[in-house]
């Protein structure tokens, strides 16, 4: 059984710039949540999705934004890049409504220079 | 304040030790406790989820949750070098939402 993938594993951005990451959750999960890592502020929930509808947003600015697919896979979307959104972004799928069931991806790691 | 506290280390101990992570939380609305070990340049794993309070115990793995408290431990027994990585707790704040600890950094010597 495949994991939870995610494209592209490493991203270099210059400020100022967009970038949008995706995630192919597990086959027949229908839920995709996103979440940033970094030294700082460890992982911090941005948002989830289900059969394509946002259910549930974390405190993060309108520049990071998602969506979901028919076919369960998400983008997410950060908008006007900043040095600060350096980061490892993970995603997890997961089948039913728990959070104890959430498989994560190997993550994306963007670099804002 | 964080909702949840988690030491981050680096915490260094001999093969065979017993190692004792923990993490205290504010919000006494959680109920699912869990922990996640995440290696290096990987994704974070679940290790295993406690329901309210309680102990939990998976091969060399144990978790134990004080409600009262609001503090919740992980230990690993006859601890391995491949138990190095980083170990991180969370809880489960509505659907899928989970919030995390800041993670620890453990290292088994051999």
Redesign the interface.
Known sequence: KAG?TQTPRYLIKTRGQQVTLSCSPISGHR?V?W?QQTPGQ????LF?Y?SETQ??K?NFPGRFSGRQFSNSRSEMNVSTLELGDSALY?C?S?FG????E??????TRLTVV | QKEVEQDPGPLSVPEGAIVSLNCTYSNSAFQYFMWYRQYSRKGPELLMYTYSSGNKEDGRFTAQVDKSSKYISLFIRDSQPSDSATYLCAMEQGAQKLVFGQGTRLTINP
């Open positions: 939870v839920s949540s979440y460890g992982l911090q929930f989830e289900f259910r549930n974390g993970l997890a997961s409504d728990r959070g104890t959430a498989f994560f991806g190997q993550g």
